[in-house]
């Protein structure tokens, strides 16, 4: 029974391709899986004014293989990425088949490995955030004492 059962599930395999692993989220993040993205940024995060700073300022940081792009967007928008992936010899892939959305919330670009890392922070908001709090707070003293008058 086993045999018949095997020799069944090559048949289809060979007749289908084989099986991918969780097609929705491959969808979703360009071919990669959820579990191996260091850093996305959505279609509309692309006009943000923070967006590629905080990419250049994050990028080097992170231990990322490839960058995927998508292939569907306007090649002006993803050039300052493309540039930057060719000057830190980061290897590139743009994604451009029928699952590719263009829509606001659709993923614009990835900083993917080959390994899972689970990254739990991936989106580029959240590096806007960090930029922000870095920059220094003054408390209520500093403030009385150093008012100009």
Do not use: C
């Amino acid at each position: 029974m086993t045999e018949n059962n095997d020799l069944e599930s090559q048949l289809k395999s060979r007749m289908t391709g084989t099986p991918q692993t969780k097609p929705d989220e491959r969808r979703r993040y360009l071919g990669s899986l959820r579990e191996r993205v260091l850093l996305q940024i959505q279609v509309a995060q692309l006009t943000d004014q923070r967006t590629l700073p905080a990419f250049k300022s994050i990028a080097p940081k992170l231990a990322a293989t490839k960058l995927l792009l998508n292939g569907r967007l306007n090649s002006a928008q993803l050039k300052p990425y493309l540039q930057y992936a060719t000057q830190h010899d980061l290897a590139f892939t743009m994604v451009n088949d029928d699952t590719t959305s263009t829509a606001p919330e659709a993923i614009a670009l990835l900083l993917v490995t080959t390994t899972a890392v689970n990254q739990a922070k991936v989106d580029i908001s959240h590096f806007y955030q960090a930029e922000e709090k870095e920059t220094p707070q003054h408390s209520f003293l500093d403030n009385l004492f150093h008012r100009d008058h």
